[in-house]
């Protein structure tokens, strides 16, 4: 089963506009990270949380994460026509041994 | 460019088969995970394996199966194939266990899209 919902489903934006992306899940988390898949192919990591921090930066990245709404954001500066992809965040639970537990994603377009 | 590589890049096999699908992780990295992703849907976690031993499972049946070699090389079988076995299969190599703190970040593979008809 799925932990983690993200929203919108799809989103479409202009070039140079913002684009953000929420993700929410259900149980405790040890860190929470976004990675970007292009054309239904390999998932680039993106970023990394962890439960302690609450907002990272990476460039045109910005991700937040609320503990107590158990949600992230991810916020794209300045988009451009190559960030166009699905963004997914995944949840690295507290059970050991367990990987990531990936939402459906979001698919973004960004028209020139 | 992950370092991660996986082949076939497409296959087509019939219900009722076998396939398997292969993975090369980067050098160094004892963790591969394996993941199945429907289509419209994100990627579910099959299993994992640390230094060739199985080291955790999602909810797939025993006829998906997996072997991790000593040269960071791993496999994913799969038997008796169902229609809904059709999806893009991915790979994934950490250097540690997921789940250790600090977490290894996952490098993940382009991927094998496999068709079942």
């Known amino acids: 089963s799925q932990q983690g919902e993200e929203d919108p489903q799809a989103l479409s934006i202009q070039e140079g506009e913002n684009a953000t992306m929420n993700c929410s899940y259900k149980?405790?988390?040890?860190?929470l990270q976004w990675y970007r898949q292009n054309s239904g192919r390999g998932l680039v990591h993106l970023i990394l949380?962890?439960?302690?921090?609450r907002e990272k930066h990476s460039g045109r990245l910005r991700v937040t994460l609320d503990t107590s709404k158990k949600s992230s954001s991810l916020l794209i500066t300045a988009s451009r026509a190559a960030d166009t992809a699905s963004y997914f965040c995944?949840?690295?639970?507290?059970?050991?041994?367990?990987?990531?537990?990936f939402g459906k994603g979001t698919r973004l377009s960004v028209i020139a | 460019e992950t370092g991660v590589t996986q082949s076939p890049t497409h296959l087509i096999k019939t219900r009722g088969q076998q396939v398997t699908l292969r993975c090369s992780s980067q050098?160094?990295?004892?963790?591969v995970s394996w993941y199945q992703q429907a289509l419209g849907q994100g990627p579910q976690f099959i299993f994992q394996?640390?230094?060739?031993?199985?080291?955790g499972r999602g909810n797939f049946p025993p006829r998906f199966s997996g072997l991790q070699f000593p040269n960071y090389s791993s496999e994913l079988n799969v038997n008796a194939l169902e229609l809904d076995d059709s999806a893009l299969y991915l790979c994934?190599?950490?250097?540690?266990?997921?789940?250790?703190?600090?977490?290894?970040?996952?490098?993940f593979g382009p991927g094998t899209r496999l068709t079942v008809l």
């Open positions: 994934a190599s950490s250097h540690g266990l997921a789940g250790e703190t600090p977490t290894d970040t996952q490098y």
């Open positions: 149980t405790s988390i040890n860190n």
């Open positions: 949380i962890r439960s302690n921090e």
């Open positions: 995944a949840t690295d639970l507290n059970s050991g041994n367990t990987p990531l537990v």
């Open positions: 050098s160094g990295h004892n963790t």
């Open positions: 394996y640390y230094r060739e031993e199985e080291n």
